[in-house]
């Protein structure tokens, strides 16, 4: 009995010692529930409520509540869409900045049972969570905290009336995976019929610490975007993408440029992942101008790539049309995108293959369980190593061209460096890609240039703590057929561009659907009057062709006179390229232009420099034809979403233009335009 226990103890002592210990967290981790989020990749966003019915971006606050009249409203159809389209749960705008909310809150009238919709019993937040409920996906919301419509928004009252409104929808709609602050505070608004400007600080006005502990007592799970206590941050911009480096870590409070929401801070304390959010439109909400302008499938593969292939979960919006059910175009891309993005990654070229590694840690970390599947079991190195390699053997001449490769992030993102080579003939030869191999984290895919490999070897060059990577894939993906980017310079060329040098290209300029019977781009070819521009590459071998580009090139660029200001180079607004930007000198406020004829106007389209982080965004204008106000308002949301802007009004025959900026987005002295035209009949 003696000898037994003896004997027990000592294996025990035996398999104890023989234990590998897994390597020591590098710090900061995530939370599981973060981790479960990142696990989430893709989800999608809805932008419905009174801005689809006002065709605005931002309300005012004052249409009154009728004005939301869906004929169609079917939120089954979103989500079986949205699924379709492989995204895993749906955040909902229960109320946007005009603050018209979408379900019955007893905190407010401006709501849903003001309105005609199901005799005022509709309540939205009830119709999609159900719905997401019932097909299996997670639900989301964002509450804006700036309400455009309150009239005791930016004094003591409103505080309480915005937790109430959480306290209703954390209450009321079953498990949230997701609560939205949104950021934008843009000053002005109808505020119980003030039309006033009025500041807040946003780092003490809303009591996001209260709310957040308001939602985690009931949605422990639930991330909180935004507000002074995140658990996940905004990209830092509108467009869907993350910076090819981009670690997890990241400190709003260090932070001084959005760039660093892009790219993360290696040195932060705190694990707050990106979350890259963009429309497939132009806008956030519907806007049936926008309806040829939904993103092609290649732009929106490109999007996926750079934002869950760079370490960032990727939110999709969708702009429900005036029917109150996804447009037609808007669902077919996404669910082609989805097919797209399945077939780039379908066939793994490394399942089933071992690698072998530079080093491992020992039993329970070793290289076999990158290939296993399983996400918990990942190879380490030993302590004190912190680079190395992972090599495969594939069959010879092996097409590929996607590396897929994730850390295991509860122990801390760590690589900060590495590359991917190939051997082909006895020769190493490292990948050719446009993306900087620095950083991993929970999952990094590299798009490079198709290679034949005889086999494929991974150098992690430079890392945080000993390497943890739990899951390596390669593919070779079919390269998408771009779409052509079109330009009218200032001297009228219009160009066709895509990045592959060798693509063709065919176009029309009557509107119709260009084929590979129509004119072939040869290079830039003079237009100097109005037209529809339509252009596509074609794949003449496979007989493909890639999404329609369209641009609709009002009359040309020797028809604007600028009067004054003469300096700084105003033909800039007329040369198609949103990045050349005319800064009005300073102290000018307003630009004229005289036309060379008289000519009937009905708009004028105007593009904010489109330079990365640029200011002078025009936010509230006016537009005179020979010195008659024919149009004045606000571009909203040009400060983060900085879209071309179209405004359309009633045909005025005329010649002289004054586009006068009141205000900026970002309150700046210089006013910069990007692009300018006249929309005329
Ligand atoms: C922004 C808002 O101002 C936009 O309207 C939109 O809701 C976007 C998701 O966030 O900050």
């Not at 965004?617 to 606000?634: K, W």
């Not at 586009?659 to 700046?668: I, K, P």
Request: hydrophobic letters at 35%; aromatic letters at 12%.
């Amino acid at each position: 009995m003696k000898k037994a226990s003896i004997l027990l103890t000592s294996v025990w002592i035996l398999v104890a010692c023989c234990q590998v210990k897994p390597p020591v967290p590098v710090l900061p981790i995530p939370t599981q529930e973060q981790i479960e989020w990142q696990k989430m990749e893709n989800y999608a966003f809805v932008h419905f409520g009174l801005n689809t019915f006002n065709d605005l971006e931002w309300g005012y606050g004052d249409t009154p509540a009728e004005t939301f009249r869906p004929s169609e409203l079917d939120c089954e159809q979103w989500v079986r869409i949205i699924q379709a389209a492989g995204l895993k749960g749906i955040i909902l705008t229960a109320k946007h900045h005009d603050g018209f909310c979408l379900w019955p809150t007893q905190t407010v009238d401006y709501n849903i049972s003001q309105s005609s919709y199901k005799n005022g019993k509709g309540d939205m937040v009830r119709e999609l969570s159900d719905a997401c409920r019932k097909h299996g996906l997670k639900f989301g919301l964002y509450l804006s905290p700036w309400d455009r419509h309150n009239a005791e928004y930016g004094r003591e009252g409103y505080q309480k009336v915005y937790h109430e409104q959480i306290n209703e929808l954390i209450s009321n709609y079953g498990p949230l995976f997701e609560f939205w602050f949104d950021g934008a505070n843009g000053g002005n608004g109808w505020y119980g019929g003030t039309n006033e400007i009025r500041s807040i600080d946003p780092a003490t006005y809303y009591g996001y610490e209260k709310a957040r502990e308001m939602i985690k007592r009931k949605h422990p799970s639930a991330m909180i975007f935004g507000g002074t206590v995140p658990d996940i941050r905004w990209i830092g911009n509108e467009s869907g993408w993350a910076g090819a480096t981009c670690w997890a870590m990241y400190d709003e409070s260090k932070a001084t440029h959005y760039r660093q929401a892009q790219w993360g801070m290696e040195e932060a304390g705190k694990w707050l992942p990106g979350e890259c959010d963009v429309s497939i439109r132009p806008g956030w909400f519907y806007h049936h101008r926008e309806d040829h302008q939904v993103k092609s499938v290649p732009a929106l593969v490109d999007l996926y790539y750079k934002s869950v292939g760079h370490n960032a979960n990727f939110l999709l919006n969708f702009p429900i049309a005036l029917t109150g059910k996804i447009h037609p175009t808007d669902s077919a891309r996404a669910i082609e995108w989805h097919k797209a993005i399945i077939a780039d990654l379908k066939d793994n070229l490394l399942a089933g293959r071992i690698p072998a590694a530079s080093n491992e840690r020992g039993r329970g970390y070793l290289a076999k369980n990158v290939s296993d599947g399983n996400w918990d079991s990942y190879w380490a190195t030993t302590d004190d190593t912190t680079t190395g390699t992972l090599t495969y053997a594939l069959p010879a001449g092996t097409l590929l061209n996607r590396v897929l490769i994730q850390e295991y992030i509860p122990l801390g993102q760590r690589v900060r460096k590495f590359d991917i080579e190939v051997s082909r003939e006895g020769h190493w030869y490292s990948v050719e890609t446009a993306d900087s191999l620095t950083t991993i984290g929970y999952k990094r895919i590299v798009r490079f240039k198709t290679t034949p490999a005889d086999s494929l070897r991974l150098v992690f060059l430079d890392a945080r703590g000993p390497l943890c990577i739990n899951n390596v894939e390669a593919f070779h993906a079919q390269e998408l057929l771009e779409q052509p980017a079109i330009r009218r310079n200032a001297s009228n060329l219009v160009s066709l561009r895509v990045l592959d040098k060798n693509a063709e290209i065919h176009y029309t300029l009557d509107g119709s659907e260009p084929t590979a019977a129509s004119a072939k781009y040869e290079g830039p070819f003079l237009l100097d009057r109005k037209a529809t521009v339509k252009a596509v590459t074609y794949d003449a071998h496979d007989k493909r062709f890639g999404p329609v580009s369209i641009k609709e090139l009002d009359i040309s660029s020797d028809h604007y006179q600028v009067q004054r200001p003469k300096k700084n180079h105003p033909e800039q607004m007329f040369d198609g390229n949103g990045y050349t930007t005319f800064i009005l000198p300073s102290g000018e406020k307003e630009v004229v232009i005289k036309l060379s004829e008289p000519q009937t106007i009905c708009g004028f389209r105007y593009t904010p420099d489109q330079g990365r982080d640029a200011t002078g965004h025009i936010s509230h204008y006016e537009f005179l034809i020979d010195g008659r106000l024919v149009s004045a308002g606000e571009f909203s949301n040009i400060k983060h979403n900085p879209i071309e802007q179209e405004i359309r009004f009633l045909p005025v025959h005329g010649r002289k233009l004054t586009f006068r900026c009141l205000r900026t987005a970002e309150d700046v002295q210089h006013i910069g335009i990007g692009e300018f035209s006249v929309i005329t009949e």
